[in-house]
């Protein structure tokens, strides 16, 4: 499966962004999907996961009441909407899919995944 991230840009602080990670060559629809970012000089970083039937979610801490992971199965994409974004979040986001349904306590890990997107770079300025 290919993974398309996109939507992300410059924004003022407080401001927001939604990011879509649409899939291609094959249905995403029976497989865990997360978004993660990496800013600059960090390492990359868990944000947000959803379950493969949409009624499971997990977010870190930081983003938590600020940013909501939801996924659209007829449009093979999954979103990222972020909210009263803050500087500290800007970064290269990406999505990508975990092919164990089962293995939601790991959705945290970037080892878990076994599909990347490109990156999308969000920008927060001050």
């Known amino acids: 499966v290919q993974l398309q991230a996109s939507g992300g840009g410059l924004v003022q602080a407080g401001g927001s962004l939604r990011l879509s990670c649409a899939a291609s060559?094959?249905?995403?629809?029976?497989?865990?999907m997360g978004w993660f970012r990496q800013a600059p000089g960090k390492e990359r970083e868990f944000v947000a996961a959803?379950?493969?039937?949409?009624?499971?979610?997990d977010y870190a801490d930081f983003v938590k009441g600020r940013f909501t992971i939801s996924r659209d199965k007829a449009k093979n994409t999954v979103y990222l909407q972020m909210s009263s974004l803050k500087p500290e979040d800007t970064a290269v986001y990406y999505c990508?899919?975990?092919?164990?349904?089962?293995?939601?306590?790991?959705?945290?890990?970037?080892?878990?995944?076994?599909?990347w997107g490109q990156g999308t770079l969000v920008t927060v300025s001050s």
């Open positions: 959803i379950s493969w039937l949409g009624d499971s979610t």
């Open positions: 060559g094959r249905s995403i629809g029976n497989v865990n």
């Open positions: 990508a899919a975990d092919r164990n349904i089962f293995a939601t306590s790991r959705w945290s890990f970037e080892d878990e995944y076994d599909y």
